[in-house]
């Protein structure tokens, strides 16, 4: 059956191609069109529902190569965990998971083009009931559209990583409603977003760091565009003098006349909005050699810079602040409860922590899926109506990954948790530094 691509996908494929470079844009427009010709799948959405003992499939769609594979790898390998505990089942019905690489080996990171084909992938595995990811913003920003419109959906997509407040609430221009042509949602997240995450690292930057002259930087993408803008909000608000925000290219072999320019203003501070596979590495090698190391100009980042041992063994990295916008691994395990035991379990399996703290946060979306799942009668339709009807899904605190209930709002898609971890790299490790309370003006 063919998906009638509502006008306002065209909309939003001219919106993310004022914001991205212009080679893969034209390949998503075209991907996305061509939507309209694809979709085969009956998803499941007819008749009485699927019967009992029927195998459903969770897609579990991030980037699989580049500076993310580390972390992605994790996700995967500790939701296998979380499934093989819980016996392979939710409720009546047996999980399968299916992993979709939406980045490329000659990007590094994920693709545009890359998130519009899985979209597609997505709607036509007729056995696939939802999705968790995506990892990036921008890439969720792509397929969500598409599954919103699959006509025996919606088709689900919950994130453990997107922060951009816009999937979700008002924030760019036709933000969020763009992102559902139906009316219907189809989207959430179990991790808070940047709004809240760039608004905290201004205030710790000003409270206890004492910068008053503070440089921004973000790499021209949706997340980074998004938390810089938070980041440059707040600090304002805070008294710190911001000494512009500019877009670093990531094609660019280096970076010593951004650099120098900037070293031109006199900072005390040098914020990085986006992510670490767009070059961040030479970033911080050339922010170390031309402002000095990062006690004499303090840089610090959002939790796009997480997650990376290549920029955890870095000596420019070393001292570098680092927010994440849930809580880490380290202060789940010294609490113990459900997340504690299940990091002890994962070490046990593969012979080490998590490369990422938004592992356990994966495992997390996957519990709210398999609820919705349970509660469902194994269609499309009806796992997505689970997390976006009635009183919605929660999980309480005795059973979460948080220690904590967490519950999504049936409204939004939102999580009802707001956490803020500051981070700091130290002896090539990203040690938890100290929670951060928020207070939003």
């Not at 969020?176 to 949602?185: E, M």
């Not at 395990?333 to 490369?355: H, I, N």
């Amino acid at each position: 059956m063919a998906i009638a691509v509502d006008p306002k996908i065209t909309h939003i494929a001219g919106r993310i191609m004022m914001t991205r470079r212009g080679s893969a844009l034209t390949a998503l427009l075209a991907a996305v069109l061509a939507l309209s010709a694809c979709a085969k799948g009956d998803g499941g959405g007819g008749g009485g529902g699927v019967p009992e003992g029927e195998t459903l499939i969770v897609g579990i769609d991030l980037p699989m190569q580049g500076a993310s594979k580390d972390a992605s790898e994790a996700t995967v390998n500790a939701m296998r965990l979380y499934l093989e505990q819980q016996g392979g089942k939710a409720g009546k019905y047996k999980i399968e998971l299916k992993v979709y690489d939406d980045s490329t080996a000659a990007k590094g990171a994920w693709d545009d083009a890359t998130c519009a084909k899985n979209a597609q992938d997505h709607v036509a595995n007729a056995k696939e009931v939802a999705v968790m990811g995506t990892y990036n913003s921008g890439c969720a920003k792509i397929e969500v559209p598409v599954l919103n419109q699959d006509p025996n959906g919606p088709l689900l997509m919950i994130s453990h990583a997107n922060t951009n407040p816009g999937l979700t609430k008002s924030w760019d221009p036709g933000e969020p409603d763009k992102f559902y042509p139906t009316g219907k949602r189809n989207y959430a997240r179990v991790i808070t977003t940047d709004d809240y995450q760039g608004t905290a690292a201004a205030q710790f930057t000003a409270k206890d760091l004492k910068v008053k002259r503070c440089a921004v930087l973000n790499d021209n993408q949706t997340y980074g565009q998004g938390v810089a803008k938070a980041f440059v909000d707040e600090a304002k608000r805070q008294g710190i003098e911001i000494l512009g925000n500019d877009a670093w290219d990531s094609k660019q072999p280096n970076y010593t006349a951004l650099f120098t320019n900037i070293k031109g203003k006199n900072p005390d501070c040098v914020y990085v909005g986006g992510i670490f596979d767009n070059n961040g590495g030479q970033l911080v090698k050339d922010k170390v050699k031309i402002l000095g190391d990062n006690d004499t100009v303090k840089l610090i980042g959002p939790d796009g810079f997480t997650g990376y041992p290549d920029l955890d063994k870095l000596a420019e990295a070393q001292g570098m602040y680092m927010t994440f916008a849930g809580l880490a691994s380290e202060q789940l395990r010294a609490a113990g409860g459900t997340g504690g035991a299940f990091l002890d379990a994962y070490k046990a399996k593969y012979g080490a922590d998590p490369a990422t703290n938004y592992a356990l946060y994966g495992v997390l979306a996957l519990q709210v899926i398999m609820q919705a799942i349970e509660k469902s009668d194994g269609t499309r339709k009806s796992v997505n109506d689970q997390i976006f009807g009635g009183e919605g899904i929660s999980v309480s605190g005795s059973t979460s990954m948080l220690g904590k209930d967490v519950k999504i709002d049936p409204k939004t898609g939102d999580v009802n948790v707001r956490d803020i971890s500051v981070l700091i790299m130290k002896d090539n490790t990203e040690a938890f530094h100290k929670a951060w309370p928020l207070s939003v003006s």
